[in-house]
C-alpha cells in the first residue's frame, strides 16, 4: 500500500524535474552560445515550450497536433529571442520585423543564413520533448520559478539601478511587454524633436556657407579613451589640419543609423522608420528641404541599397533632389563594384566619398554622405597591424582600421578636390555594436562625436582649393 501511494508521488516529482529541466537546460544552451557577450541572463520565455506541451498535453490533443504547437511556441520563443538580442546589439526599434522585412534584398544574407540554420536547428531539438509521450510535466514548479524570475525583473527594471542590460536576470520579450518598456508597440512609429545638440540646430542659427558637406561615419563611437579617439582621428586631423579650423564635441544619440541621420539632419528622434504619409510630411521641415528652398542644390549618397530603412522615400521626403546608393553609382561608374570585405553588398567608402567630393563645383550645394564599410560585423585580419590601444580585441583591431582608413579617404578626397567644400560636419550615428562586452565599454553607449571642419580663409599660407 505504502509502496502504491509513493509511487504517484516520485512521478510527480519526476516530472517536475523535468519541466523545469528543459527550461534550465534552454537556457544553459543559450549561456554557451552566447559566452563573451553582455547577454549572460536567463530568458523567461523558454518557459512557454514545456508549458505549451503540459497544456496540449492535459487537453488530450492528438501527439502530431502537440508536435505542431511545440514547434511554432519554440520558433516564436527563439526568433523573439534572437531579435531581442540583436535589438539591443545594434539598437533597433521596435518595428524591426515590419520595417526590414521588405529590405531583404539589401540584406548581407551570406551572415544571416547561418544564424538561420541555428534557428532552425534549436527548433526540432526543442520537440523532443513532445517525443516522450509517456511524460507528463508537472508544471507547477515551473511557475513557481518563473514568477520569481520575473519579480526578480521587475525588481530590478524599475529600482534605482534601471535598465543596465548586464545585471539583468531575465531579458524576456514578454516580461519587457508587460512592464511597459515595449510600450513604443502601443505608440507606433513616431517622430519627435531631439532634446539635445543637432547639425540642423546649429546651422539654423547661423547663415550657412556655399558649399556644405555632410559625413555621417557608420558606428562612428565616441571612445572613452582619449588615446584611442586620437588614433582613430590621426588621419583626418593630419591631413586636414592646415586647411581646416577643426573642433570635436559629442551629441547624444538614441536608436540606429537612420535615426542617427534623421537626428542631425532633422532635430528630430525617429521612432522606427518615418515613411508613412503623415511622418513624411513632417519630414520636409528638415536641413535638406530648407537648404533647397534657399537655392542649394541638395543631393544624399549611401553605398547600400535603396530599400535598407526605405532612404528611396525618406531622404526625397528630406529635402534631397537627387539620391546616390550603390546601384547608382555603379551605373555610373561601371569599373566599380561591390565593396569586397564588409557586411553589406555596397559600395566601398572610398568610392563613395570620391563621387560626394566631385559634386562640388563652387556653386550652393549641400551632400551628405552616410558610409558603410564599418558597419559590423567586420572580417578580422588578426591584430598585428593595430597601436596598441586597440589590440585589446580583434573586432575593436579591425573596426579601428576600418575607420581610420575612411577618414584617411576623406581627407584625401578633400585634398585633391577642386573645390573643397567651405563646411564640413562628422559625426557616428551610434556607438559601435561589438557582441564582446570589453570591445563595446571602449565607447559611451550614450554620445558619439560630432566634429565640425571650418575652412581657414586664404592668407594663412595654405594654398586655396583651385577655383577652376
Known sequence: MLAKSTAPQRRG????????????????????????????????????????????????????????????????????????????????????????????????????????????????????????????????????????????????????????????????????????????????????????????????????PSQILSVAVESFGWARDPVQRAILLEPLLEKLGPYYTIMMSAHAFAGSTLPGEIRELCALQANGIPNTPKLLRRLQACLPEELRKRGYDTQALHGNGPLMYDRRVVYPAMGFARTWFNTDIWHAAPGIGPCPGTAFRGVCDAELLARALSLFDGHRRFVHVMTLDAHLPLPGTGQAHCAPAFQLDEGLCRYAQVTRSTFSSLAWEIQSARHRPDLIIIYGDHAPPFAATRAREQFSQSDVPYITLRRRPTGYGVPPASSN
Open 13 to 208: 516529482v519526476t516530472n517536475a524535474c523535468l519541466a523545469v529541466g528543459v527550461f534550465l537546460a534552454a537556457n544553459f544552451l543559450r549561456l554557451l552560445l552566447l559566452r563573451g557577450t553582455s547577454d549572460q541572463s536567463l530568458q523567461v520565455d523558454y518557459a512557454l515550450i514545456p508549458l505549451s506541451y503540459w497544456i496540449t498535453r492535459h487537453l488530450r490533443m492528438r501527439w502530431s497536433v502537440q508536435a505542431i504547437i511545440g514547434a511554432f511556441v519554440a520558433a516564436l520563443v527563439i526568433s523573439g529571442d534572437m531579435l531581442d538580442i540583436m535589438a539591443r546589439r545594434f539598437n533597433w526599434s521596435h518595428g524591426v520585423v515590419v520595417d526590414y522585412a521588405y529590405s531583404m534584398p539589401d540584406f548581407p544574407w551570406r551572415i544571416i543564413l547561418p544564424f538561420v540554420a541555428l534557428g532552425f536547428a534549436t527548433t526540432a531539438l526543442s520537440i523532443v520533448p513532445f517525443a516522450v509521450r509517456r511524460s507528463v510535466f508537472a508544471i507547477w514548479p515551473l511557475v513557481v520559478t518563473v514568477s520569481a524570475l520575473l519579480i526578480a525583473n521587475a525588481i530590478i527594471y524599475n529600482g534605482a539601478r534601471g535598465d543596465v542590460g548586464t545585471t539583468r536576470l531575465t531579458q524576456s520579450f514578454v516580461a519587457h511587454a508587460a512592464l511597459g518598456s515595449y510600450n513604443r508597440l502601443i505608440i507606433g512609429r513616431t517622430l519627435t524633436a531631439f532634446p539635445s545638440g543637432s547639425m540642423t540646430r546649429d546651422l539654423k542659427l547661423t547663415s550657412p
